[in-house]
């Protein structure tokens, strides 16, 4: 039996072959795109056909495609003729002409046709008025990638001048084009190297090929000219090569051209007057990552050094946050790059107080400490650098291994000091200080970058001592009204993160006290803000209180301040807001409050407004009246997570409780509402089976009387009208509602038939439900044109019968269902013949014009 990759290329070999259907209809295609007085295509419609070419060349590299098909290099040739082709025709024939150049065979084929040359050699299109078109350099270039599948393409372009057109094209004023061009070179040069790599080599011995060898003497030349563009040009392209496979597969031609240009790129370090040192910052560390350089030793990592010393506080910040999260990299560097990654936030410390009333970062600096005073002191600069720094440090805290410990209560300090420079609650007296002050007043860009940095950090366990003047800072902005609302939803998530590292710390009388303090101050602003005219306030407002509850529900000081608080009866409010954003915020909200106040094994008595029966009653008025499909989402995705936690009561409840959301969502006009009802369903189900089977973990309910699970079960099915809900989402117009009925469907079919002995369909058409499960198998292979499907026994199906479901459980074919389900929507327009028909039908050669949608 063929494994499933087997089966995979056989299907694929079936879907992109050349059949006898395709192959009638190619020359006319083929005419007609060669025939100027035919209107262009649009760019979709070629580009699916070069599609289908890549394809067949894929599973075809033989030559008979080229042979069997002569009109194939016929449109070439004619395309070659035309004196002005347009530019879309001539970008599909270039690239035509490399994917079928892509296998030996043809490549040799078309050599001997002389229209390789043509296109990709001195005499080709480069002359033409069309080469002035971006997208025509482009399909050059695309079309010699394609054909570099086999060693002989290599000398047909070294001998051709195709070498100096890309090498030219490195510098087109396209970056679409440039990028390209450098990425085939990178591409040639280390396919090039591929049937080198069993040669004995060493940096001293060793021969470039002779396709390598252009591109390295290009380099090297690029290098030492005196433009300024060709030298950003070709350090682009060491960092392309260096950060290709070329760096970590092929280590000993790596040694050797760095060797070659590692005294150049060392000058370039040194010299100011060059202008290509923030490209270098990658260069080196696309290098760094190479096997070859991975020791302790070595004048490369003496280059690096010197690359942190000379390269600008902005260069140098990308290359430093590199070299740490290497996992082999000499310690010095390691230290040597967080030295310069931390200077400017040692810097803001300094500047806050001088004399220094604490602890700065760092004991001495790399580079110059004056070039971060100075960038820090330009109100262009300061923000900007400030900011990189920040996205480094936070990527750096998210590593869960890091090779080198953060002075995170240092880093802390700097943090809040550079949040309170930016709302003006701190007055430095230093010049230094007073100009940084300045320069981030009210500057939302430091502010949010500098929050998730300090969310963070929450996760480190060396900042207690400075909880409470953190928390300080943070009521400080949440009670600011200078705080936007971005900054504000940023300032939630960073005390959400501070509040769990608080409930982690140690018990103690004087900590306790502390908690809840500053719980009470967290509440006094959440009910502030929840009050907020600003509808983006008030959402960041109950997602803060979500994730508090979420994280905090547990704790005794947590739920002390919310209940005695205003947050439940302000929550509640809120879920008539005009704002559609702010009512799912809401509900999710309360969703989750309801967990603390009225599912919990001893709610506490919070008044008669606030209940469980008058909250389940609200969110079903809003499951089914809200005009907006978010809140209408968030109350079914809370249903379910009621349903998931055991809070809906006993299997009756559930019961009634499922089938009363599922007989309103399934007329939801939202299909992420119908998948949420499927989502509560399956839910159900599974809790249902493990209940009735009893589970040693689930609680057996005093509804299982009967002495055979499997008919209670689907008595309690039955009951909910599930199956009418199933069956029918099969049909859904949104192919991910009926994909995941399916899914229910046939997992509950492997629980009541679990050795796949499906019913004899003989026995089913004879049975009293024979004919109404006959018609429901007609219908759901209509699947979504299956018009008015009845879920009330209309037809003769009893979707409340038990015995009729477990019939159509075990005669539907719910497998191909599945299958047909799971289908690409296109899968028959897009086929190749419908493709090629379609061409036909668009340049006016057949007579039924009826094109197929896609």
């Known amino acids: 039996m063929c494994d499933p990759q087997s089966r995979f290329v056989a299907r694929a070999r079936r879907r992109f072959a050349m059949t006898r259907e395709c192959a009638a209809l190619l020359p006319g295609v083929c005419a007609a795109l060669a025939d100027p007085r035919q209107p262009g295509l649009d760019d979709t419609c070629l580009e699916k056909l070069l599609d289908w070419f890549r394809s067949l060349t894929w599973f075809d590299p033989t030559v008979e495609l080229v042979q069997d098909n002569p009109c194939l290099p016929e449109l070439i040739t004619s395309v070659l003729a035309l004196p002005d082709p347009s530019p879309g025709i001539l970008s599909f024939t270039l690239q035509l002409a490399g994917i079928l150049a892509s296998s030996e065979s043809r490549f040799q084929h078309l050599q001997e046709e002389k229209l390789l040359g043509r296109l990709f050699g001195q005499e080709g299109p480069r002359g033409g008025a069309a080469w002035e078109e971006a997208s025509v350099r482009s399909a050059w270039l695309k079309g010699v990638h394609s054909m570099l599948h086999h060693q002989p393409a290599l000398p047909f372009l070294c001998s051709t001048g195709a070498m100096d057109v890309i090498f030219t094209l490195q510098g087109d004023p396209s970056l679409f084009v440039a990028s390209a061009a450098s990425q085939l070179l990178v591409h040639m040069l280390t396919f090039s190297l591929e049937s080198e790599t069993s040669k004995a080599l060493s940096a001293k011995d060793c021969d470039w090929p002779v396709c390598a060898q252009m591109i390295v003497k290009h380099i090297q030349e690029s290098l030492q000219s005196s433009s300024a563009s060709h030298i950003e040009q070709s350090l682009k392209l060491l960092s392309s090569l260096f950060g290709s496979c070329f760096g970590s597969c092929y280590a000993a031609w790596t040694e050797v051209l760095w060797l070659d240009i590692a005294k150049q790129i060392e000058s370039f370090l040194l010299e100011e007057t060059v202008q290509a040192q923030p490209v270098l910052a990658n260069l080196l560390l696309n290098v760094a990552r190479s096997p070859v350089f991975c020791g302790t030793e070595g004048s490369f990592w003496a280059l690096v050094t010197s690359a942190l010393e000379h390269l600008t506080p902005v260069q140098a910040g990308p290359l430093a946050v590199g070299l740490l999260k290497l996992c082999k990299c000499p310690q010095d560097v390691r230290i040597q790059a967080l030295t310069v990654l931390l200077q400017p936030m040692d810097c803001i410390l300094r500047a806050a107080s001088q004399p220094l009333e604490c602890a700065g970062l760092l004991d001495e600096s790399v580079s110059d400490p004056v070039a971060v005073e100075s960038l820090l002191s330009s109100k262009t600069s300061c923000a900007g650098l400030l900011c990189q720094t920040l996205a480094h440090l936070e990527k750096l805290l998210s590593l869960k291994h ?8 240092s880093l802390l300090r700097s943090l809040m000091t550079i949040l309170q420079f930016c709302n003006g609650f701190l007055s430095p007296t230093s010049p230094l200080g007073s100009t940084i002050s300045r320069n981030l007043i009210n500057c939302f860009r430091v502010q949010k970058s500098a929050l998730d940095v300090l969310a963070a950090l929450s996760e480190k366990k060396d900042c207690d001592t400075l909880i409470g003047s953190l928390f300080d800072v943070l009521l400080a902005y949440l009670q600011s009204p200078n705080s936007s609302p971005t900054v504000l939803k940023k300032t939630f998530q960073a005390t959400s993160k501070w509040l769990v590292h608080l409930q982690e710390l140690s018990s103690s009388n004087s900590q306790q006290q502390q908690t809840e303090k500053i719980l009470e101050g967290v509440f006094l602003v959440l009910q502030k803000r929840l009050c907020s005219p600003c509808w983006e306030v008030r959402d960041s407002s109950l997602e803060f209180l979500t994730a508090m509850v979420k994280c905090l529900r547990d704790q005794k000081e947590f739920r002390q301040c919310l209940l005695s608080s205003e947050v439940l009866r302000l929550t509640e409010n809120l879920l008539e807001d005009p704002e559609s954003y702010v009512r799912a915020s809401a509900v999710i909200a309360v969703g989750h409050l309801t967990l603390i106040t009225c599912f919990a094994p001893e709610s506490p008595a919070t008044g008669s407004q ?42 009756e409840d559930t019961e009634q409780f499922v089938s009363r959301a599922i007989q309103t969502v399934e007329h939801d006009l939202d299909w992420e509402v119908r998948l949420g009802g499927l989502e509560l369903v399956e839910v159900f189900c599974s809790q249902t089976i493990c209940q009735l089977a009893q589970c040693p973990y689930a609680p057996v309910s005093s509804a299982v009387t009967s002495s055979t699970p499997q008919k209670e079960l689907l008595q309690v099915f039955c009951r909910a009208k ?11 117009c949104d192919k991910p509602v009926g994909q995941r009925a399916c899914d229910v469907l046939v997992g509950l079919r492997g629980h009541f038939y679990p050795m796949s002995t499906l019913e004899n369909p003989q026995e089913v058409e004879d049975s009293p439900a024979g004919r109404g499960i006959a018609w429901l198998q007609r219908t759901l292979r209509q699947g979504s044109l299956a018009q ?9 199906v009893d979707f409340q019968d038990p015995e009729s479901m477990m019939l159509a459980l075990g005669a539907i074919d719910l497998l191909e269902l599945h299958d047909e389900l799971n289908k690409s929507s296109d899968h028959v327009e897009e086929s190749p013949q419908s493709l090629l028909q379609d061409i036909l039908a668009t340049v006016g050669t057949i007579e039924d014009n009826e094109v197929d949608c896609y």
């Open 402 to 409: 890091l090779k080198v410990d953060l002075p995170c209560v």
């Open 610 to 651: 606030y209940n469980k029966e008058s909250i389940v009653a609200k969110l079903q008025e809003i499951l089914s009246t809200d005009s907006e499909g978010f809140p209408r989402r968030a109350v079914i995705s809370i249903f379910t997570k009621w349903l998931r936690e055991g809070c809906t009561g006993r299997l």
């Open 722 to 732: 599930l199956f009418g809900f199933l069956f029918g989402s099969l049909c859904d």
């Open 788 to 796: 008015n499907f009845p879920t009330d026994g209309g037809d003769g």
